[in-house]
C-alpha cells in the first residue's frame, strides 16, 4: 500500500476499486484508524453518524490512558471525490481562516463555533487505512444536535444564518486558491445534460417506470439556466461557498438551540452564494423529509422561508449584491430543480452515487423536490415579496 501527502497522488493498494458499503466496510478499519488519530487510545465504542449519502461517518469513543474522548472518523467517498488530499487541504484552509476570525472569542466557545480537525502522531490531517482509504478525524462537539426539526422557524433562522454568517467570514480569505473537489457541482444545465444521457442510456432498465418524472424534469429545463446566466453574465460573483447547505450540516446547542459550528465542508470551493441560498431552502421551506413517500404532504411553507431569508440576510450582512438579493427567491427554484435531476438521473443509472435505504429510494428523493418545486413555483409572487422585505428589513433592500 502507498499513501502520500501531495495531490493527485492515488493511493495505490485500492486503486481501481470503488470503496461502497458491501465492498469494503468501513466498520472493519475504525481500530486501526482511531490508532492513528489517537495513538495509544483504546477503541471503546462506535457507532454510524448522521444521514450523509456520500461518505460514512462514524462516532468514536476512545479511552485515553483513563480519559474518554470522543471523535468524529469519517471516510471520504473516493468515488465522489477523486482528489480526497485536495478536500483534505481545502478543508485546513477554510478551518484555519474562519479560526483567525474567530479570535475574538474564548477558547472553549470558538471549539464550538468551528470545527477541530484531529492530527495523526505524524502532525497530518488525515490519514489512510489498510485497505488504501482516506479517513478524517474532528473533535465530537457535545451537547450539540444536528438537523434544525424541520418546521421551526426559529430554528431555520439560526441555521440560514450560520450558512450566511460561514460565506462572509469567507469573503476575505486569502490564501492559496480552494481546489475544484467537484467540478461543475452546481451547473445545472450540465446535470440536465447528465439526465438527459442517463434516460438515452437507461443502464438500470427504469426509464419505462419513471416517464412521468422524466417529463416534469425536462419541461423545467429553462430553470437551468437562471443562476448560470447571471454569473457568466458577469452580474453575479463567484465567492468561496458551502455548495451543501442542508439542514443537517449546522450544529444547534442542544440547550439554546443557537448555531454553532457549519459541518461538511467538501464541497467548500468557489461558487454561488445563491446556490447556498437555493439549497438552504430546499432542505429547510418544508417539514416534509427529503424522501418523503407521500407528495401531497410536501409544501413549501412562507414562514418557513421568511425565517431562511431573514436568517441568512442577517449572517451575510451586506456581502451580497442587490441582484443577489433580487434572485433569493428565485434560487429556491433553481437548486430544488438541480437536486430532482441529480436524484432521478441517479435512479435511472442504477444508485450509483448517493447512498440508498430501500429500492426506489432516489425516485421517491426525486418525486419529493419535483413535488417542493411545484409548491415554490405556485408560491413564486409571496416568496419574492417575503424575499424583498427581508431585504428591507436587512437593510440591504431597495
Ligand atoms: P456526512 O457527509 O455523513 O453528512 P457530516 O460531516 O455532515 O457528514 O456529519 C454527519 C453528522 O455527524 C452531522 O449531521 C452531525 O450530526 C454529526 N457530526 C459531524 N461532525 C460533528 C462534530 N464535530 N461534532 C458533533 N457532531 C458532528
Ligand atoms: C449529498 O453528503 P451529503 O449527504 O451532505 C450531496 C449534495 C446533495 C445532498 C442531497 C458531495 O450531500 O450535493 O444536495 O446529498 N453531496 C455531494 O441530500 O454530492
Ligand atoms: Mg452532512
Redesign the pocket.
Known sequence: MECRASFGVMLTAASGRVARDGDVRPETHLSEVAHAFAPGAALRHAAR?????????F?VELDRGGRGQRL?L?RLNRQVFADPLAVMSNIERVLDHLRRTLAGFAPEVRARRV?TLVHTGEGSAWTCDSAGEVWRA????ER????ATAGVPAEAFQVARAFGEFLRRLADYDGPPLAVTIPAFHDTRRRVDALVAAVARDAAGRVAGCRKEIDLALEQQPLAAVLLDLHEGGLVPERITHNDTKL??V?LDEITGEAL?V??L?TVMPGMALADFGDLVRSGVTTAAEDEPDCSRVEADPELFAALTAGFLDGVAKLLRPVEVEHLAVAGQVVTYEIAVRFLTDHLDGDTYFRIGRPGHNLDRARTQLALLRSLQRQQGAFRRIAARSAIEAGVGS
Open positions: 453518524l448522521g444521514h450523509g449519502h456520500i461518505n460514512d461517518t462516532l468524529v469519517q470545527l474532528y473533535l465530537f462537539i450539540a444536535r444536528s438537523g443537517d450540516n450544529l459550528a459541518l461538511d467538501d
